[in-house]
T-cell receptor
Framework: KAGVTQTPRYLIKTRGQQVTLSCSPI?????VSWYQQTPGQGLQFLFE???????NKGNFPGRFSGRQFSNSRSEMNVSTLELGDSALYLC??????????????FGPGTRLLVL | DAKTTQPPSMDCAEGRAANLPCNHS???????VYWYRQIHSQGPQYIIH???NNETNEMASLIITEDRKSSTLILPHATLRDTAVYYC????????????FGKGTHLIIQP
């Protein structure tokens, strides 16, 4: 079974631009979570989607948004990019068959550099 | 507030067992102990999890003390590829909030 895939793997943007990152979960997984990893803050939870609905959200500004499609694929968008948004963005999927949190499996990440 | 405490770094000789400790003295009865690792610049990799019984899979063993206030992840025969940052996370079953990662333990396997 294929793992979580993320595209693109690397991205360079300039301040003020916006960016969209994509995540395809493991086949059959319905929950997708997004995380940001920076050297200073470590791994931080952004938000989680299940059945096309955002179920939970971390402590990030509204410039960070996401959505999930009916096939469980997810996208996250960052608008008005700032230098501090340079980070590794990770997507994780889980089965979530019974409404309980289950083991999350991570993708390789998208490395975003904001100049 | 950090729910887990791990040493910042550890060394282990290749071929020996690597024992990574984790303290979680405030763990609740319905919280599981999860271990992930992250090899440089890759996404975190799930290793193992447990509630109160010891667990073993093809990657590692997890030993949880009887009072559940601490646990040890054991990699039985460490290889150079096991060099990574290892995260110990406590997590309640249910809910939809994300994983809370601490700083983890940087395990360095020495040849």
């Amino acid at each position: 079974k294929a793992g979580v895939t993320q595209t693109p793997r690397y991205l360079i943007k300039t301040r003020g631009q916006q960016v969209t990152l994509s995540c395809s979960p493991i086949s059959g997984h319905r929950s997708v979570s997004w995380y940001q990893q920076t050297p200073g803050q470590g791994l931080q939870f952004l938000f989680e989607y299940f059945s096309e609905t955002q179920r939970n959200k971390g402590n990030f500004p509204g410039r960070f948004s996401g959505r999930q499609f009916s096939n469980s694929r997810s996208e996250m968008n960052v608008s008005t990019l700032e230098l501090g948004d340079s980070a590794l963005y990770l997507c994780a999927s889980s089965l979530d068959g019974g409404g309980y949190w289950e083991t999350q499996y991570f993708g390789p990440g998208t490395r975003l550099l904001v100049l | 507030d950090a729910k887990t405490t791990q040493p910042p770094s550890m060394d282990c000789a290749e071929g020996r067992a690597a024992n990574l400790p984790c303290n979680h003295s405030t763990i609740s009865g319905n919280e599981y102990v999860y271990w992930y690792r992250q090899i440089h610049s890759q996404g975190p990799q799930y290793i193992i999890h447990g509630l109160k019984n010891n667990e073993t899979n093809e990657m590692a063993s997890l030993i949880i003390t009887e009072d559940r206030k601490s646990s040890t992840l054991i990699l039985p025969h460490a290889t150079l590829r096991d060099t990574a940052v290892y995260y110990c996370i406590v997590r309640v079953e249910g809910g939809a909030d994300g994983l809370t990662f601490g700083k983890g333990t940087h395990l360095i396997i020495q040849p």
